[in-house]
């Protein structure tokens, strides 16, 4: 019974020699996750087919619009290590749809003091490379134009990194 006793026992630690290894493994394991979530709100629709559509006009810095959303991005970390500027291939390109009209894009959260450079290029926002640690975000506010839910795409190389798009439903 003893020897049984010592097999069942040398079973024992060696299936825990094997399976500990791997269980430390995959909690060590980092990994970088940036998630954009974008959220919409539609302020002005005005459509020709109104009743007064055909005699109101609205202008945003001088251009005519029919259709102005306000749009929140929210870049935040998720992952479980920091992504770094050192990481990033290129900027972060934050594509709309082909004739969408970008005015002003501005942080409106910062709990962090991030003040990564945000410029327009055409239909996309670009955002230069900065520091984001893990659970730390900023939120861009801007107004678009030509606004298409549907038709967002967030591209950028950075090093070992997923992003992940979501569009919150409002």
């Known amino acids: 019974m003893e020897l049984y006793n010592e097999k069942i026992f040398a079973l024992f630690l060696g299936f825990i020699s ?25 302020i002005i629709d005005i459509t020709k087919d109104g009743q007064i559509g055909h005699k109101l006009e609205v202008f945003y810095d001088k251009e005519p619009i ?38 002003e894009p501005e942080i409106i959260e910062n709990k962090q003091n991030i003040n990564p450079e945000i410029t327009v290029n055409d239909n996309s926002i670009l955002i230069k490379p900065f520091l984001l640690n893990k659970g730390e975000n900023i939120e861009i506010q801007t107004l678009i134009s030509g606004f298409i839910k549907n038709d967002i795409h967030v591209i950028s190389r950075i090093v070992g990194c997923k992003i992940k798009l979501k569009t919150k439903k409002d």
Do not use: H, M, W
């Open 66 to 103: 029919s259709k102005l959303d306000l749009v929140n991005l929210k870049l935040y970390n998720t992952g479980s290590a920091p992504v770094s500027s050192k990481d990033f291939e290129t900027d972060i390109s934050i594509q709309f749809s082909q004739n969408a009209k970008i005015f």
């Open 18 to 42: 094997v399976i500990l290894p791997i269980v430390f493994y995959f909690l060590s394991r980092t990994n970088k996750i940036l998630d954009c979530e974008i959220s919409s709100n539609t």
